[in-house]
Every structure is written in structure tokens, then in C-alpha cells.
């Protein structure tokens, strides 16, 4: 009897045990708030209870990525998707008119806004992202870096025909008609003549539109996916972040940098007339977050913290293999290089 008493205490022993690292470590993990969750802000944020978002991100990743806003903060997403042209003489309209009309805006173009336009402001999450993806000014941050390569389409071209350089584009003459670029790539023109010298630079891309005769597209996720589809066989220059968003969903295209690449920023900025300013503080800094990149890296958009892998591995490595021009310009800048990019793309 005193043996059989002596197993169950021994069975209920072992029992309890086992049950304890469960028990412990469980409600900790669940419990742990997101580290973008700044508890200075939180309170006021969730009294005010609303974010509206003007964002050039597709719907397909935008509203999803906020829904995890959603879930943390309780705070309810108003979602506006527009390009980047739109928003921008959207908000400037606004501004004009005195409304308050939205608390953050998300695109590639934030730094060419009047900075009276935007709120001054330093998220705890700017530490941990790259030192060019920081306005001095304080006024907008880098929440992916948009880094400019030639692509292709992987059935229509082999790699072993890919040019080695620019140079070597202008000598591509069975490729005529089947190349694209978006009409917006003043950019990417700014860094050929910066890195090339505006002699040889000029002179370089005119062989390459007289041999190409490039198709001037509108819309850079719409070239990608034309580049995907094969009907284009190349992009002369596209985000790598779409040509990479369409590879992952299984289209046949990839990248190949060439020197120069071209870099700047898919950027977030506080409207400094936010209806709603400490959910818009709350939310620049989730946009910074490790989390927020880890979810848009899903969609082939590249880092601006050095915690976050890309998505496919090493691509950040490899275009940082060639001369990376940082291309930020104003808007005075901006209009001199579309002017020479339509003279040479269009005027033909």
C-alpha cells in the first residue's frame, strides 16, 4: 500500500513539474507589447482613436500592414491610396485651404515637400535605421530603400546576354522596341550624368535611346509586371523592390545592377496639421519598426535596418556591390531633370 502511495506521489510529482515552464513563460510571451509601442504616446493616441493614411503603397500590402496597427493600438485605419503625383498635389492643395485632412503620408517623394507642411519630429524607432534614411530636418524617415537596377525578363533574355554595363546597353540593337522605362526616372538620369560626367553622360544616354528606342511607361509596378509578363523583355531602370515584388509572386524577371545605382527612399512624414498627432507620432514610429519592415520585406520591399534580412537574402549585398548614388532632390532639382529626361526619352 505505502509502494502504490508512493508512485502517485512520485506521478504527481513529475506532473507538476512538467507543468511549470508552461505556465511561467506562456502568459509572458503573449502579454509582451510590440517595441514600436511607445506607452509616452499610447494613451493620448488611443483617446484620439482614428489614423487617416495618404500612401502610395497598394492596397494589397498597405491595408494589411495597418490592420497589424490596428490590432496593437485599437485604433481605427482610414486607408487613402493614390501615386505619389496625386498625393502630392492633393496634400498642397490642402495645406493651402488650411484643412487637416490627414495625419501621415507615406511615399517616395516626402522630402521634396515644403517643410512647413510637415511636423518636426524624431521616433524612437529612427536609432535603428540606416543614416540616409534620416532627414536632418527631422521631418520625414526611410521606411524602404528604393534602390534603381536594370531588369529582365528571364525567358525572353538569358543572363549570359545581360550587358556589363551601361556602354554595352547602347550596343543591344536586336533589342529595339522591346525595352521600357517609366517617364517619371529623372533620378536615375541625375546619377547616369553624376557618375559618367555630363558629357559622356548626355552623349551615353542618347545612344541608348537611339538604339533601344525605349517605350516610356507610366507607372513603375506596371512596367515591372509588363517586364514579368514579356512585354518588355528588359526594363532599361525599375525599383528593384517591384521587380522583386513581381519575382516573388512567381513571374519570370530579375535584376542585375550596373554602376551607377540609384537610391532613395519609400519615406514617412507627420502632417504637421495632423487631426489625429499622437496616433500620427505613433504610427511614423511603427513604420520604422522591425516589424513593419519584416511584413513589407514579404513583398520584396528592402530595409532600411540593418535587423531586417531582404527578401531574397544578400540583394541589399549585391547591388551595394556597385557606386550607390543617393538621388534626394528638390523640387526645383526635380523639374530641371525631367525637363532633360523628356528632351532625350520623348523628343526624339
Not at 532627414?135 to 545581360?162: C, F, I, M, Q
Not at 533620378?187 to 528606342?213: D, N, P
Not at 507620432?281 to 530595409?303: D, H, I, T, V, W
Amino acid at each position: 500500500m505505502r509502494g502504490s502511495r508512493n508512485c502517485i506521489y512520485l506521478w504527481l510529482l513529475a506532473l507538476s513539474l512538467s507543468l511549470v515552464p508552461v505556465l511561467i513563460t506562456a502568459p509572458v510571451g503573449a502579454q509582451a507589447p510590440p517595441s514600436w509601442l511607445d506607452p509616452a504616446l499610447l494613451p493620448a493616441a488611443k483617446a484620439e482613436g482614428s489614423l487617416i493614411v495618404y500612401s502610395s503603397t497598394n492596397e494589397q500590402e498597405g491595408l494589411p500592414l495597418f490592420k497589424l496597427f490596428t490590432e496593437a493600438t485599437g485604433i481605427a485605419v482610414e486607408y487613402v491610396r493614390a501615386s505619389d503625383a496625386v498625393l502630392m498635389s492633393r496634400m498642397g492643395i490642402e495645406f493651402r485651404a488650411g484643412q487637416r485632412s490627414y495625419d501621415i503620408v507615406q511615399t517616395a517623394t516626402i522630402n521634396k515637400m515644403p517643410p512647413q507642411m510637415l511636423a518636426q519630429y524624431e521616433p524612437p524607432e529612427t536609432a535603428n535605421i540606416s543614416s540616409q534614411a534620416r532627414d536632418p530636418g527631422k521631418r520625414w524617415w526611410g521606411v524602404y530603400a528604393n534602390y534603381n537596377s536594370p531588369a529582365y525578363n528571364t525567358e525572353r533574355v538569358k543572363a549570359s546576354e545581360l550587358p556589363r554595363s551601361y556602354q554595352e546597353f547602347a550596343q543591344r540593337k536586336e533589342w529595339a522596341g522591346k525595352v521600357a522605362i517609366d517617364g517619371t526616372d529623372n533620378e536615375w538620369l541625375k546619377a547616369m550624368i553624376e557618375h559618367f560626367g555630363e558629357g559622356e553622360g548626355t552623349e551615353l544616354v542618347k545612344r541608348i535611346v537611339a538604339t533601344l528606342r525605349p517605350v516610356v511607361t507610366d507607372g513603375h509596378l506596371a512596367m515591372a509586371r509588363a517586364t514579368g509578363a514579356g512585354e518588355y523583355w528588359v526594363s532599361l531602370n525599375n525599383y528593384v523592390n517591384l521587380s522583386m515584388n513581381v519575382k516573388l509572386a512567381g513571374a519570370p524577371i530579375d535584376v542585375w545592377p550596373l554602376d551607377p545605382v540609384t537610391l532613395f527612399f519609400g519615406q514617412v512624414g507627420v502632417n504637421a496639421r495632423a487631426p489625429h498627432p499622437s496616433a500620427a507620432r505613433l504610427a511614423a514610429n511603427f513604420m520604422l519598426s522591425r516589424e513593419c519592415q519584416q511584413f513589407l520585406a514579404k513583398y520584396g520591399r528592402l530595409p532600411t535596418r540593418q535587423d531586417v534580412q531582404s527578401n531574397p537574402p544578400g540583394i541589399i549585398a549585391m547591388l551595394t556591390q556597385k557606386q550607390v548614388i543617393t538621388g534626394l532632390m528638390s523640387p526645383d532639382e526635380e523639374r530641371k531633370w525631367q525637363r532633360l529626361f523628356d528632351q532625350l526619352f520623348k523628343g526624339r
